[in-house]
């Protein structure tokens, strides 16, 4: 009989722990807190970390930290011990609710934008009661905000939180139109599926490419790639099969939900999906998951690669947001209901969303924008760089009946009105789920398709939250105190379909046919790059968005571009030189060694009898020693690009170089590289190959 249950959530100050450790009444003041955001008193704070303390320890803690999410992309810890001096010369284990609640790291080395100057090192780090404490190593990790001495916000998680709690106060207004006056909370809900490579730390550590940027930036295409799709879904490798095993061990033990694991379409990949759960802990959890693997990965002689694009020629790794709505009473409000007013309440939040993602296609693109996902965004696995919507065959059909006044369902003749009697009962969409969609309804929640997978899901979910806040606020703005509800929910929910059918498409996402119908004809946006839509950041319409509903300052934006751009160039940049010190410091002189031996062999057979051609030999030193000088000319152009980028001082100016130049010289030498590989002899070749990589974990 298994004993995940006994285990599951054991290093977790969860709502267990909390019930038999806390009293009744501390435990109800310390609810009411989580649950609805009431303040938290400092004297249940004490409490409560006395009690945090000493479950802690008795696992096995000796430290604590506050665990948060600096805008570097991963998360941040600073450890401190329990252990205070006794008079008697010992030590004392203690732990108080003020360190609980604050604690003061350096500031001064996390990315600021400008919000900061280097020598201002204040920052501060507020506990998140709403996302439990786990133990990882020895250490309590309490998950925390962060923010400079100002108040600004440095991290992922205030914004996210500033943004479920702008959606939550703009659904209720929604709900009380309804006439739901006993929901307390509106909480939105994310399962994360994360995509990644494993390859053997052999390997791994023969590749500069892989340690110093997390990809590989030159490789031939190896003999078999996934043309045959027989590694999807395939039996799990026993070596791949031991790692997950202890993955889903040490994920259960910090309570995540772990659900489904299986093989990807490309050699070497794999995908691991959870259980959903509330947006903020589902981001602490993704990001604890990431930090997990890799290390479970090292225990078994591997390396988990949660680059966008390790190889090229293959699929890359997406992470995909399944996100929804619900109330605290559990109602899902992106399910069709039983009765016509609850399927009124469903089309009023489904064009919420249609809305919001036809005004905000932007932000949701800015959310994704990296420089490692700039390489799979359309690349023929992956949703494309333009944002659309898909909603299935009976959707479309409700929708189209409602925009026209027609009827919905040719049977009963029911007219599209949506009055308490006269909506008919529908079912859920049972369409086939489209890949190729970046933004697809399936059934009870949206599956947002864009994210890269070493992505935290924070920046998604901060946009789609503000950005359906926006919508909600706008229909709650005009309803609230109409004559006639059900008249005017009907209008604006026409209006809204007319206004915004555009972003709707079912088809296939990849065909460029698409791509061409999407900008030229319904005006959608195509931003193929970071350096494309990063600076749309800062357009009126979505500062005076974000803003409004206080997600973020005006200066934090201002930050957020700088601190992206910055991202972009800087990862780039170092793509770049790593390209330039293997080429011509293995590469090249790997392909001339080869060159020479070839040569000599010529030689010889020539020794032996002058009357042989050597034809093959004599073809190939020229073509090598072509391809010699051609990666001496590409290495040497890219190293000049670079040097020119140091004369740049705007960031925006600089990304746009990147774009339009850095990348193209890349480009070139992998090309020259790429060849070479496919002509020297394997011994000589200075790294393990594609085909070493992909297939060579048994």
């Not at 506990?127 to 990790?141: E, M, N, R, V």
């Not at 026993?238 to 309570?255: S, T």
């Not at 009105?417 to 006269?422: F, T």
């Not at 193209?664 to 594609?690: F, G, Q, V």
Request: proline fraction near 4%; charge should be negative; hydrophobic fraction near 40%.
């Amino acid at each position: 009989m298994s004993k995940v249950p006994e285990f599951f959530g054991s290093l977790v100050f969860d709502d267990r722990v909390m019930k038999a450790n806390l009293s009744a009444k501390v435990y109800a003041s310390l609810k009411k807190t989580i649950d609805e955001g009431a303040k938290l008193d400092l004297s249940v704070a004490n409490t409560v970390a006395d009690a945090m303390k000493d479950w802690a320890i008795a696992n096995g803690a000796t430290h604590y930290t506050h665990w948060f999410q600096p805008l570097t992309g991963i998360t941040a810890e600073k450890h401190d011990s329990f252990i205070t001096p006794s008079p008697d010369g010992g030590v004392i284990m203690e732990f108080s609710g003020k360190e609980l609640i604050k604690g003061e790291p350096d500031a001064s080395s996390f990315p600021s934008g400008g919000l900061r100057a280097t020598f201002e090192a204040r920052g501060y780090t507020a506990w998140d009661p709403t996302s439990y404490a786990f133990i990882k190593g020895k250490t309590l990790c309490i998950p925390t905000a962060f923010c400079s001495y100002g108040g600004e916000a440095l991290d992922k998680k205030t914004p996210l939180l500033r943004s479920m709690q702008a959606l939550n106060k703009q659904a209720l207004r929604i709900l009380r139109l309804f006439g739901n006056d006993t929901v307390k909370c509106v909480r939105t809900s994310v399962g994360p599926e994360q995509e990644y490579f494993l390859i053997t730390r052999e390997m791994y550590d023969q590749r500069p490419d892989l340690r110093f940027t997390g990809r590989t930036l030159f490789g031939a295409k190896p003999p078999k790639g996934q043309e045959m799709d027989d590694h999807y879904f395939g039996v799990i490798k026993p070596r791949v099969a031991a790692f997950m095993e202890e993955l889903n061990d040490e994920l259960w033990k910090l309570g995540i939900l772990a659900k489904t694991e299986h093989n990807e379409v490309a050699p070497a990949q794999h995908e691991l999906a959870p259980i959903y759960t509330t947006t903020n802990i589902a981001t602490d959890h993704n990001q604890l998951t990431m930090e997990i693997m890799q290390k479970v990965a090292s225990k078994h002689g591997l390396v988990c690669l949660l680059h966008e694009k390790p190889f090229a020629g293959v699929n890359g790794s997406g992470k995909h947001n399944n996100w929804s709505i619900a109330t605290d009473t559990g109602v899902n409000l992106l399910s069709p209901g039983e009765t016509p007013y609850e399927n009124a309440q469903f089309l009023l939040f489904l064009c919420a969303v249609i809305k919001a993602v036809d005004d905000y296609q932007d932000l949701l693109r800015i959310s994704v924008a990296t420089a490692g996902n700039d390489h799979r965004l359309g690349a023929n696995e992956a949703p494309p760089a333009v944002v659309s919507m898909f909603l299935g065959d009976e959707l479309n059909a409700v929708l189209e009946a409602i925009e026209n006044d027609t009827p919905y369902c040719d049977a009963e003749k029911t007219q599209m009105k949506l009055g308490v009697n006269v909506l008919p009962k529908f079912n859920r969409d049972t369409t086939d789920r489209n890949r190729t969609s970046p933004f697809a309804f399936t059934g009870n929640k949206f599956e947002f398709r864009m994210l890269g997978s070493s992505n935290s899901i924070a920046c998604a979910n901060i946009m789609l939250n503000s950005a359906v806040a926006e919508s909600l606020k706008i229909y709650a703005d005009r309803l609230e105190g109409v004559d006639d509800f059900e008249t005017a929910l009907h209008e604006m929910i026409r209006k809204t379909i007319k206004d915004h059918k555009r972003i709707i498409f079912n088809g296939n996402g990849y065909d460029d046919a698409w791509i061409k119908e999407a900008t030229e004809e319904r005006g959608l946006l195509n931003y193929r790059t970071t350096a494309d839509c990063m600076p749309h950041l800062l357009d009126k319409k979505n500062v005076d968005m974000l803003t409004s509903h206080k997600v973020f300052t005006v200066a934090e934006l201002n930050s957020r571009y700088e601190i992206m751009l910055e991202n972009y160039c800087k990862t780039v940049v170092i793509e770049a030189n790593t390209m330039v010190d293997m080429a011509k410091t293995q590469i090249a002189p790997a392909v001339e060694a080869f060159t020479l031996e070839v040569a000599k062999t010529a030689a010889a057979k020539k020794a032996l009898d002058p009357s042989i051609a050597c034809g093959y030999e004599s073809n190939l030193v020229k073509r090598l020693s072509a391809l010699i000088d051609m990666i001496a000319i590409k290495a040497d152009e890219l190293n000049t690009s670079l040097t020119e980028l140091t004369a740049v001082d705007d960031i925006g100016e600089e990304a746009n170089a990147i774009r339009d130049i850095v990348l193209t010289k890349m480009s070139e030498l992998r090309i020259a590289c790429d060849e070479a590989e496919t002509l020297t002899a394997k011994k000589y070749w200075p790294y393990p190959s594609y085909a070493d990589l992909l297939f060579g974990v048994k």
